[in-house]
Each structure stands twice: as structure tokens, then as C-alpha cells.
């Protein structure tokens, strides 16, 4: 597990709070649903995404050769090398805990938790199919985009953490 500390951060069991490159909007919106705090901006400049991380504590996850070699980054990145973003779970999960305990309850669009929602309150807000079916739903305080778990989402988890047990290693 340690094998890579050198070149990033070290394991710990806290909370990440990640900042992806360009390179990475893949990884950053499947981090989003398993929960991540990852933070993405596709056209932020090299200078704001450091700055960014700085001020808000946040790993930079990159797959930018220079990037990765600038002090100011130094003890605060994670080299991704692979294309694939199943493989780069996998890089991620060497450095800390990947699961999905978080599944849906971060807006994969703001990357903000998502609110608890009155079933009521998303009557009118969801297709009817929706709302007749579902009981449980949620809401982002950022976009008012709506989720629900829906009748799938413990066969979704489990099915997220075959895979990820899969890459394991
Ligand atoms: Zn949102």
C-alpha cells in the first residue's frame, strides 16, 4: 500500500476532498456517485486549480506530467497514469478506502450533498411513473435537481462493489 507514498499522499481513513484535472471529468462524476467530494472544473487553468486546492484542502488528482512536478502540488497530488477510469479506481483505491457507501448522495452535477426530499414535495416535480414507484427521494440545494434511489440501487451498490472488489489489488 505504501509502495507510491513517495510521488503522493499518504493513506489515511479521513474524508478526501479531491480536486480532478480536465483529463479527469470521467473519474470525478463516478467518485460524485460513489459519494466523493471531487471537485472539476474541465477549463480551470493549471494556476487556479492549485490555488483552488489550496484554499479548500483539496488532493488534486491529474494525469499531467508538469503538473504533478510543480512544487506548489507537492504532498497534495495524485499521479493517475491509467486511460480507463475502472483502472484508475483501482490506482485510487491504493491510496485510500474507494466504496460505495456513498452512492447517490452527492449531486453529480454540483458535487454537493444531496437533501433529504418530502415525497410530496416532488409530486409535480418527477414523471408520474416516477413518483408512484418511488419512495425516497432527494434533492441538490445547488441545481434543485431531483434523485431517487429507485427499486435498482442496492443491486446498483452491490454490483459497484463486486467490481471495485474485482480491481482490488
Ligand atoms: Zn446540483
Redesign the pocket.
Known amino acids: 500500500m505504501g509502495a507510491d507514498r513517495s510521488r503522493g499522499v499518504a493513506v489515511s481513513g479521513a474524508p478526501r476532498r479531491l480536486i480532478a484535472d480536465a483529463m479527469l471529468g470521467k473519474l470525478a462524476r463516478w467518485l460524485r456517485t460513489l459519494g466523493y467530494d471531487c471537485a472539476f472544473e474541465p477549463d480551470i487553468t493549471d494556476d487556479d486549480l492549485i490555488k483552488r486546492a489550496v484554499e479548500e484542502g483539496r488532493e488534486i488528482l491529474t494525469r499531467d506530467t508538469l503538473l504533478i512536478q510543480r512544487r506548489a502540488v507537492r504532498g497534495r497530488a495524485i499521479f493517475i497514469e491509467s486511460d480507463l477510469v475502472v483502472d484508475q479506481l483501482k490506482e485510487l483505491s491504493k491510496r485510500f478506502e474507494i466504496n460505495a457507501a456513498g452512492f447517490l448522495t452527492r449531486?453529480l452535477?454540483?458535487n454537493?450533498p444531496l437533501e433529504p426530499m418530502n415525497k410530496e414535495a416532488a409530486r409535480d416535480k418527477v414523471p408520474p411513473y416516477v413518483f408512484a414507484t418511488q419512495e425516497r427521494f432527494s434533492v441538490?440545494t445547488?441545481?434543485s435537481?431531483i434523485y431517487w434511489g429507485g427499486t435498482h440501487k442496492a443491486r446498483m451498490i452491490e454490483a459497484i462493489e463486486r467490481m471495485l472488489k474485482g480491481i482490488e489489488g
Open positions: 449531486c452535477r454540483c454537493i441538490c445547488g441545481c435537481r
